[in-house]
């Protein structure tokens, strides 16, 4: 009051603040509001959309959103690796008896069916013999037999009794066919004489092994691979492409390619032993056990980098497999994208088939979405 008496005293008006007063067409937009219809400019009244935390002006869901885009592999890698044999077996006779003949030198190249070893067949020659002549008598006795039985002048038992010696006679005479065969050793594949482990004219008994020998029809290289590359080597080796360079056939460089794959970890260096194979015309100077430094390079010859998004954006809940919400660039509207996965790559996760490079898919907040619901990036 104090105050208003020193503005009246100075000769100044005072209007106390009143609130404005409301137009008719404020009142009415009001009341629509209050009532949960929305204006729209010319188009007349619609329904309200409902405010939450997850939805905008716009109503459209707030997600996070993120490209799929092709995986870096601009980074080689080197692994020590060796040379090794298609396969490595050590020969041995299936009888027992002295060894004659061993005319192979280790080192020396062998062809498939030729001869490695072979043992003093003079008595599997007789032992074959016997077995000749007794299969022939005992073909006799079934003969006469028969003919007896059919005149039933003998009886049927002896000519059962005929039967079974003859049957007897004839495995006895495969067998000896068969030891006869196995006093001799040849060649199972054209090998290389690894070792040779008997000496000649010295007595053997089965399965004491005589000589190793080596398929070098195709040669392997051996690396132990660290599991994050023993597994895209595995699932997605059109990514990398491996090579080989050795230091006993200097400047002599092989393509490799993946053969075999040990799925058990070493327990101590935690890598997996993998066998790729030399595809190029391999070099007279490479030996099994030599070393080998093999490269892996990023296929970039073609589009082999695959395409990856972030792991969260991988929607398990479907009943056919796993799917990605795609957004639709135009209308900002998501779809189910069914996908086929690789191996997940420092919190992405390769798509091997579904989506392309550039594709806007939802990467955490796909929970709850409908096909054809209408989303936008998340934050202000």
């Not at 004659?100 to 003079?122: C, H, K, N, Q």
């Not at 016997?130 to 007896?148: K, P, Y």
């Not at 997605?236 to 075999?260: H, Q, V």
């Not at 395409?307 to 639709?328: C, E, H, L, M, Q």
Request: hydrophobic content about 45%; some cysteine; charged content about 25%.
């Amino acid at each position: 009051m104090r105050a208003h008496r020193d503005v009246r005293r100075r000769g100044c008006n005072v209007t106390p603040m009143m609130p404005r007063p409301w137009s008719a067409s404020g009142l009415v937009a009001a009341a629509l509001v209050a009532a949960g219809v929305a204006l729209t400019l010319g188009q007349g009244p619609t329904r309200a959309l409902a405010q939450s935390p997850d939805t905008g002006r716009t109503g459209a869901v707030a997600v996070e959103l993120a490209r799929a885009a092709r995986a870096e592999t601009t980074r080689t890698r080197d692994f020590v690796g060796r040379v090794a044999a298609l396969d490595v077996v050590d020969l041995a006779f299936q009888v027992s008896g002295q060894i004659v003949e061993l005319p192979v030198s280790e080192g020396e190249r062998r062809a498939e069916g030729a001869l490695i070893a072979r043992l003093d067949t003079v008595d599997f020659e007789l032992a074959l013999e016997h077995a000749r002549a007794t299969a022939e008598l005992a073909e006799i006795g079934f003969r006469r037999a028969s003919e007896l039985a059919q005149r039933e002048v003998a009886a049927q038992a002896r000519l059962d009794q005929a039967r079974a010696d003859r049957t007897q006679a004839e495995i006895s005479l495969r067998e000896a066919e068969r030891r006869l065969d196995q006093a001799t050793i040849t060649a199972p594949f054209d090998a290389l004489v690894a070792r040779v482990i008997a000496a000649p004219f010295s007595n053997t008994t089965p399965s004491q092994p005589v000589v190793r020998l080596q398929d070098v029809s195709e040669m392997r290289v051996i690396v132990s691979l660290p599991e994050e590359i023993a597994a895209l080597a595995r699932a997605d080796s059109a990514s990398f492409a491996f090579s080989a360079t050795f230091p006993a056939a200097p400047g002599y460089e092989a393509a490799l390619a993946l053969r075999e794959f040990v799925t058990e970890a070493d327990p101590v260096a935690q890598t997996y032993q993998v066998e790729f194979a030399i595809t190029d015309a391999v070099d007279p100077r490479l030996l099994p056990g030599m070393s080998a430094k093999v490269t892996g390079v990023p296929d970039t010859g073609s589009e082999a980098a695959p395409v990856v998004v972030p792991v969260g954006a991988v929607d398990t809940t479907g009943d056919s497999g796993p799917r990605v919400w795609r957004v639709d660039p135009e209308t900002s509207e998501v779809a189910p994208r069914e996908v086929t996965l690789g191996l997940p790559r420092r919190g992405h996760i390769v798509v091997l088939e579904g989506l392309a490079p550039g594709d806007r898919v939802v990467a955490a907040g796909w929970t709850g979405l409908t096909e054809g619901a209408r989303v936008r990036a998340s934050g202000p």
